[in-house]
């Protein structure tokens, strides 16, 4: 699976994906991860070159019937997806999905990143920031807008990396085999480590006995259970 994101801030991705299952996937080829930015498709007099060889490039504008905030661009972001569009291109076989952020698109689920994970051979995302991206770039790209929860983010940057996160886990090989079959079987919300006595100011605090007891159907009913509760 191949992962394009589309974003005016691709530092902001550096350290979760240099980490842990993640980080791994990428090492051993199973995910990629591109970034594209907008600001680099920035062209007329949107860019400008100072003398001191300076360039600066403006990706936003003022919003068509006011309000507060700006805008980002249709051309740039465009651009961006078409350079990386033209590189897909060059594989046979490419299934492409575009997938733009939005608190009020379809709600993102486990479901949805299984299915996205055996249909899609590469995912652009495009991350909005200020008020959002011209609403033409949606529609002329079909891109389907989607929403990670029911709260407004300041830009498409961690809905990006919680997709990247929860479709990579659906791709074979990128969780360890204990873990992919402990989540396929049962996985509780509570687990416990050592010591098996926790003593926290003065109290104790004991794993639940039915874990110790060596008995997989009654540590698989009470998993069942924490996971219910
Ligand atoms: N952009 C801002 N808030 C968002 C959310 N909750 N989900 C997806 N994209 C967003």
Not at 98 to 118: C, R, W
Not at 123 to 152: H, P
């Amino acid at each position: 699976m191949k992962f394009h994101i589309i974003t005016l801030f691709p530092e902001a991705f550096d350290s979760y994906l240099t980490e842990s299952i993640i980080g791994r996937a990428i090492k051993e080829k199973r995910i990629q991860v591109t970034f594209t930015n907008p600001r680099m498709f920035v062209s007329g007099k949107y860019k400008k070159v100072w003398p001191d060889g300076n360039v600066s490039r403006v990706v936003d504008d003022k919003p068509y019937g006011g309000g507060p905030g700006m805008i980002i661009r249709a051309e740039p972001v465009l651009k961006a997806v078409e350079s990386v569009t033209k590189k897909i291109a060059k594989r046979k076989n490419a299934k492409i999905k575009i997938v733009n952020f939005s608190p009020s698109g379809e709600k993102f689920t486990t479901a949805y990143a299984k299915t996205s994970a055996k249909k899609y051979t590469d995912i652009i995302m495009l991350c909005g920031r200020y008020e959002g991206i011209d609403a033409r770039v949606a529609k002329i790209l079909k891109a389907q807008d989607v929403s990670i929860g029911d709260y407004v983010l300041t830009g498409g940057e961690l809905p990006a990396m919680v997709l990247i996160d929860s479709i990579s886990r659906q791709i074979p090989g990128v969780l360890g085999k204990f873990e992919s079959l402990e989540e396929e079987r049962i996985s509780s919300s509570e687990f416990y480590t050592r010591p098996e006595v926790l003593e926290y100011k003065n109290k104790k605090h004991r794993v639940p006995k039915v874990l110790l007891s060596g008995d997989p159907k009654k540590i698989d009913e009470w998993k069942n259970r924490a996971k219910k509760e």
